[in-house]
């Protein structure tokens, strides 16, 4: 019994030793976590503020960029990618403190893989603003051609540049990099050869004409 109670006060006073000694980490760690969610939210608040200022929204709805909910805005995406690339730098010595060598290497792949996030949204926003651009020039330079033969060349420019981009987006987040090589090279290959039917059918007579223009010179 002696013995035993022994054990049982030794492991109690480790015990107790263990928490006394964990305690002013956790509590220096917490306290950093709580900087750097203050910190997070004020730069998110700053980035929003600035993106009001700027008029990011009403810029992108005004050149066709799909729009989102109010709680998912664009400028609110943005923002919270920036608030939580600060707060996963502040856990990053957080989890160093507190021991937890194996959260800290998953947080530092989190934290190299959000800027890829972030780029793949600028991706996305700019690709929409040129689609809607290019689709207009189109609009303008094939005023020639009857109305709905202009519409739909242009809606063909604005979607090939559209999965273009989403295509570019994919492939900065690393998503199936492989598939999507195979599925640019098939679209590319897709708009080759309907351009070349299409040319083909559509510029037949054009082509007869010209062989047998060169056909009664020769003659």
């Known amino acids: 019994m002696t013995d035993i109670g022994t054990t049982l006060v030794l492991s109690i006073n480790a015990g107790l030793v263990a928490i006394a000694a964990f305690v002013p980490k956790f ?43 109010d709680e998912f805005s664009w400028s609110g995406i943005l923002a919270e990618i920036v608030r939580w690339f600060i707060i996963i730098v502040f856990l990053l010595p957080t989890a160093d403190i507190w021991g937890l060598p194996k959260v800290d290497i998953v947080l530092s792949q989190v934290l190299l893989y959000l800027p ?22 189109v ?36 998503v199936a990099s492989d598939l999507i090589r195979i599925l640019f090279t098939g679209f590319v290959a897709m708009l080759a050869i309907a351009g070349g039917i299409a040319f083909g059918l559509g510029g037949q007579s054009s082509a007869k004409d010209v062989v047998e223009g060169i056909r009664h010179k020769l003659k």
Request: aromatic share 6%; glycine share 4%.
């Open 116 to 137: 890829n996030v972030f780029v793949a949204v600028i991706i996305i926003l700019v690709g929409f603003v040129v689609s809607r651009l290019v689709h207009d020039v």
């Open 139 to 174: 609009l303008a330079s094939t005023k020639e051609l009857s109305r709905e033969s202009t519409r739909t060349v242009a809606s063909i420019s604005r979607w090939a540049i559209n999965i273009f981009v989403i295509l570019a987006a994919l492939s900065q987040l690393g």
């Open 27 to 69: 509590i220096l760690g917490l306290i950093i976590l709580l900087i750097g969610i203050i910190i997070a939210s004020i730069l998110k608040q700053i980035v929003l503020e600035l993106f009001k200022a700027l008029r990011i929204e009403s810029f992108l709805k005004k050149y066709g960029v799909p729009e989102a909910k």
